[in-house]
């Protein structure tokens, strides 16, 4: 495959490191946005080894939505270009804790959600005047509907799901493809403390998903697979029904 000019925000998430290893392993080149800048250096420096053909990177916090516009214009400048994007930073905040909060509840849908609107709006026009790319996001099967457990998080990731949805109906006749990536339960340091069963995957099982379907033709991915039957009937049951069930 042609090599790709691909950056990655929130590249030291677990999920977003094991799909670099597979960009890298391709000899694409690789720009790296994520806040801790010790990981930031070792993640680019194991990505040369692997074979990337160039990796840069820069701290990044999602929420100084004054410094997005910066960042972006020195990541096309730097690479050349931009082919693909990959938007993976995210927070699984405590969902009763933000009940008590509105401060944050609200740092939660800013992080989650405003912080990935505000990034897509700007990529969306770079993408839509060069007439080809990739932008792929991670979002949530909690997304698909709203449940007492997780309802914040879940907001953010419907929101972008909407958005997404928009934003590809927009950029179908520039050839652009809006990717939106809707793991399931993945073994993360996101969900340390969740006790694992046989619904769970890793990293590099998603990673593996996410980099076939980045740079097709797919709108939607589940993964694993097993999520799209299993969020297809957790959507049909009627909402009568379930505001009853303790999900
Ligand atoms: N794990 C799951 O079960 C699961 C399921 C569905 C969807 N997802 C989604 O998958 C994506 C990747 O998560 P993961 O599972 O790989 O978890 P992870 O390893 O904990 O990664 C989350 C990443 O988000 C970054 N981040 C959080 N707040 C940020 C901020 N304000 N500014 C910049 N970066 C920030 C973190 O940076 P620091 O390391 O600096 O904190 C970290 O790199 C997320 O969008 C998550 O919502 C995860």
């Keep these: 495959m042609n090599e790709q000019r691909i950056l990655i925000v929130g590249a030291t998430s677990a999920i977003a490191e094991a799909t670099a290893r597979l960009f890298?392993?391709?000899g694409h080149s690789l720009y790296l946005l994520a806040r801790n800048r010790e990981r930031l250096e070792s993640l680019a420096a194991d990505l040369r080894v692997r074979g990337a053909a160039r990796v840069f990177h820069a701290p990044f916090e999602a929420n100084d939505f004054a410094a997005h516009a910066g960042l972006l214009e020195q990541v096309k400048a730097d690479l050349g270009g931009l082919d693909r994007v990959l938007v993976a930073h995210?927070?699984?905040g405590d969902q009763k804790a933000c009940e008590q909060s509105v401060e944050l509840t609200l740092q939660e849908l800013n992080?989650?959600?405003l912080s990935v609107i505000a990034l897509l709006t700007l990529l969306a026009n770079h993408f839509e005047a060069q007439r080809h790319g990739c932008i792929a996001v991670i979002g949530s099967?909690?997304?698909d509907r709203g449940r007492q457990s997780n309802y914040v998080y879940g907001t953010a990731k419907g929101a972008l799901a909407i958005f997404l949805q928009g934003l590809r109906n927009r950029l179908s006749k520039s050839h652009v493809q809006v990717l939106t990536i809707k793991p399931g339960f993945v073994d993360t340091p996101m969900t340390a403390a969740?006790?694992?069963?046989?619904?769970w995957a890793s990293p590099e099982k998603i990673a593996a998903d996410i980099e076939r379907a980045i740079g097709g033709k797919r709108n939607q991915l589940y993964t694993p697979f097993f999520w799209w039957p299993i969020?297809?009937?957790i959507k049909s049951v009627p909402e009568a029904i379930f505001k009853r069930l303790s999900l």
Excluded: R, S
């Excluded at 969740?194 to 619904?199: A, E, N, S, T």
């Design 24 to 26: 890298a392993a391709q």
């Design 194 to 199: 969740f006790p694992k069963g046989p619904l």
């Design 141 to 143: 099967v909690a997304g």
């Design 231 to 233: 969020m297809a009937i």
């Design 111 to 113: 992080t989650n959600a």
């Design 90 to 92: 995210g927070t699984l």
